[in-house]
């Protein structure tokens, strides 16, 4: 069973960037989508956003244009960039394989000045 661990949270001041990571403990090579959802405190997990093994994207509205999402098979790994951070991209951000059902534990960001 695959195992997914997210890293590269922290503190971030509004307008910066932010990469997070998300490792994977066996070859992701052949799972077809990779996502990445946020739970802000009080509020539903949200779709952040995804990406195929073919490399196609798409991105909730509230992001477009500012994180990007993808993925390094050689390497397991899943990455978003985030860039001109705002306050309401504070939340825990998780990792998802939805065709294995696996999660990662989360990696908090908070943008604060």
């Known amino acids: 069973q695959v195992q997914l661990v997210e890293s590269g949270g922290g503190l971030v001041q509004p307008g910066g960037p932010l990469r997070l990571s998300c490792a994977a403990s066996?070859?992701?090579?052949?799972?077809?989508?990779m996502r990445w959802y946020r739970q802000a405190p009080g509020k539903e997990r949200e779709l952040v956003a995804a990406i195929t093994k073919a490399g196609s994207t798409n991105y909730a509205d509230s992001v477009k244009g500012r994180f990007t999402i993808s993925r390094d098979n050689a390497k397991n790994t899943v990455y978003l960039q985030m860039n001109s951070l705002k306050p309401e991209d504070t939340a825990v951000y998780y990792c998802?394989?939805?065709?294995?059902?696996?999660w990662g534990q989360g990696t908090p960001v908070t943008v604060s000045s």
């Open positions: 066996g070859s992701i090579f052949s799972i077809n989508v």
């Open positions: 998802n394989a939805p065709n294995l059902g696996v």
